[in-house]
């Protein structure tokens, strides 16, 4: 018993001092990224402990071939306190990923799309409850399916629109629109599977053309009647085009990304091979990652508002912060406070996530967590967030002051109903734990 007990004394010992010298000065120096405004006072660093225990959590992760590498910016009340980077961008070529590493940041794309609606908002060029045939007439031929997908004569029976569907119901996501790879019943819906052989993302064509293709399909429910996740935002992105008389990506660069000085970020289609970003790896089995040749949902040649978009840690942290601090970023204001609050808001407060999490609600563009006891990771009440299908996440918590951008780029198999990292779901708790 005491020779058990000196051993295990001895274990702990050693395992303390090998990780204190392993692990001696964690992360990375800190990127030059500005406050969120002036009059911060300089915040205290995450503490050495979390620090320590999130790159330790990264490597074993790296080690065991979950995922191939990691970038992590976390800002507390404004400002900056920890960055960090482990693992590879790209493993055949032995690059490292660091703070400037692009990602593929897939559905992070969709709070960036419900900024640009409230701006335009903000402008009188748009209202929460306009129709959306004001701007795209097709919509008002939009049909519904009738339940449990009712066909004759290989048609689907379908109703008109009870009332038309309006910018609030394509930014809460309860329009009744689906996408390729619906919640319910997978493959087992014949609604679904037509909206599968329909994909937005399939074929050539610019934005107008892919919605107007997805409008032409039956809708799954009546507008406000449930959330559903799906190609709301895209339709959405159509009818930003249309409001501002501008391009999308023109409209998001003139209005988000030089303002909030995020020059590295733009969609897949400006892409060029002297703009690198991270390879995207899929796990094949135990301790094993594999190239991904063509990545699922890649937008080659249009501008989606849903996905699509390329950026880094350092570029979204400052979008994170702006949404902290009211609208403002730097001296620029992107938005009101009161437009803010209305995106950080539970809108719909039951059905979201529901086949995966509970406990949470969705605003204009965000998940936001309405029951932190009931949620399966550590947050705060009235946190709000998104991730990416290649493993990207974001969060800003109001209670704590923190906001985090965490990346990496693993696309999940076929049969997973998260997106391609758990470890960036898991990477937040480090810092909620260490302030």
Same mark, same amino acid.
């Given at each position: 018993?005491?020779?058990?007990?000196?051993?295990?004394?001895?274990?702990?010992?050693?395992?303390?001092?090998?990780?204190t010298?392993?692990?001696?000065?964690?992360?990375?120096?800190?990127?030059?990224?500005?406050?969120?405004?002036?009059?911060?006072?300089?915040?205290?660093?995450?503490?050495?402990?979390?620090?320590?225990?999130?790159?330790?959590?990264?490597?074993?992760?790296?080690?065991?071939?979950?995922? #191939? &590498? +990691?970038?992590?910016?976390?800002?507390?009340? /404004? =400002?900056?306190?920890? !960055?960090?980077?482990?693992?590879?961008? $790209? *493993?055949?070529?032995?690059?490292?990923?660091?703070?400037?590493?692009?990602?593929?940041?897939?559905?992070?794309?969709?709070?960036?799309?419900?900024?640009?609606?409230?701006?335009l908002?903000?402008?009188?060029?748009?209202?929460?409850?306009?129709?959306?045939?004001?701007?795209?007439?097709?919509?008002?031929?939009?049909?519904?399916a009738?339940?449990?997908?009712?066909?004759?004569?290989?048609?689907?029976?379908?109703?008109?629109?009870?009332r038309?569907?309006?910018?609030l119901?394509?930014?809460?996501?309860?329009?009744? #629109? &689906? +996408?390729?790879?619906?919640?319910?019943?997978? /493959? =087992?819906?014949?609604? !679904?599977?037509?909206?599968?052989?329909? $994909? *937005?993302?399939?074929?050539?064509?610019?934005?107008?053309?892919?919605?107007?293709?997805?409008?032409?399909?039956?809708?799954?429910?009546q507008?406000?009647?449930?959330?559903?996740?799906?190609?709301?935002?895209?339709?959405l992105?159509?009818?930003?085009e249309?409001?501002?008389?501008?391009?999308?990506?023109?409209f998001?660069?003139?209005?988000?990304?030089?303002?909030?000085?995020?020059?590295?970020t733009?969609?897949?289609?400006q892409?060029?091979?002297?703009?690198?970003?991270?390879?995207?790896?899929?796990?094949?089995? #135990?301790?094993?990652?594999?190239?991904?040749?063509?990545?699922?949902s890649?937008?080659?040649?249009?501008t989606?508002?849903?996905?699509?978009?390329?950026?880094?840690?350092?570029?979204?942290?400052?979008?994170?912060?702006?949404?902290?601090?009211?609208?403002?970023?730097?001296g620029?204001?992107?938005?009101?406070?009161?437009?803010?609050?209305?995106?950080?808001?539970?809108?719909?407060?039951?059905?979201?996530?529901?086949?995966?999490v509970?406990?949470?609600?969705?605003?204009?563009?965000?998940?936001?967590?309405?029951?932190?006891?009931?949620?399966?990771?550590?947050?705060?009440?009235?946190?709000?967030?998104?991730?990416?299908?290649?493993?990207?996440?974001?969060?800003?918590?109001?209670?704590?002051?923190l906001?985090?951008?965490?990346?990496?780029?693993?696309?999940?198999?076929?049969?997973?109903?998260?997106?391609?990292?758990f470890?960036?779901?898991?990477?937040?708790?480090?810092?909620?734990?260490?302030?």
């Amino acid at each position: 018993m005491k020779k058990s007990i000196i051993g295990l004394f001895t274990f702990i010992s050693s395992f303390s001092i090998i990780f204190t010298i392993l692990y001696l000065n964690p992360g990375v120096s800190l990127p030059n990224i500005p406050p969120a405004n002036n009059e911060i006072s300089k915040e205290k660093n995450l503490s050495w402990l979390s620090r320590a225990a999130l790159d330790f959590y990264f490597d074993i992760n790296i080690l065991r071939k979950a995922d #191939a &590498g +990691y970038v992590a910016i976390i800002a507390k009340n /404004g =400002q900056i306190i920890h !960055a960090t980077a482990k693992g590879m961008a $790209d *493993i055949e070529n032995h690059i490292p990923m660091n703070t400037k590493t692009r990602f593929r940041i897939a559905s992070m794309t969709k709070p960036i799309t419900a900024v640009a609606t409230l701006i335009l908002i903000e402008e009188g060029k748009l209202k929460l409850d306009d129709p959306i045939e004001k701007y795209l007439p097709l919509a008002s031929q939009i049909s519904v399916a009738l339940p449990d997908n009712q066909i004759t004569d290989n048609t689907f029976a379908t109703e008109p629109l009870k009332r038309s569907i309006t910018i609030l119901d394509l930014l809460t996501f309860s329009s009744g #629109a &689906g +996408y390729n790879d619906s919640v319910d019943h997978k /493959g =087992q819906s014949k609604l !679904a599977n037509l909206w599968a052989e329909n $994909d *937005i993302y399939d074929g050539f064509g610019s934005l107008e053309d892919r919605v107007n293709k997805i409008m032409k399909l039956p809708f799954f429910e009546q507008p406000g009647e449930r959330w559903r996740y799906g190609w709301s935002t895209d339709i959405l992105a159509r009818v930003i085009e249309v409001a501002s008389q501008k391009s999308f990506s023109e409209f998001l660069e003139e209005k988000i990304f030089v303002p909030l000085d995020m020059y590295d970020t733009n969609f897949l289609s400006q892409e060029n091979k002297a703009n690198e970003i991270a390879e995207v790896y899929s796990r094949n089995g #135990a301790f094993n990652l594999t190239l991904v040749e063509n990545p699922r949902s890649n937008p080659l040649d249009w501008t989606p508002g849903s996905s699509g978009l390329v950026s880094n840690a350092e570029d979204y942290i400052k979008f994170g912060l702006m949404l902290w601090n009211d609208g403002k970023y730097n001296g620029q204001k992107i938005l009101s406070p009161e437009s803010i609050a209305l995106m950080s808001y539970p809108h719909i407060k039951s059905g979201v996530l529901s086949t995966q999490v509970e406990g949470m609600g969705f605003g204009l563009g965000v998940g936001v967590v309405m029951d932190a006891e009931k949620t399966i990771l550590i947050d705060k009440e009235n946190d709000f967030f998104w991730s990416g299908f290649y493993g990207t996440n974001f969060f800003v918590s109001p209670q704590t002051g923190l906001v985090g951008v965490i990346m990496s780029q693993n696309q999940p198999p076929p049969a997973s109903p998260w997106p391609g990292s758990f470890g960036v779901f898991i990477a937040p708790a480090f810092a909620f734990l260490g302030v």
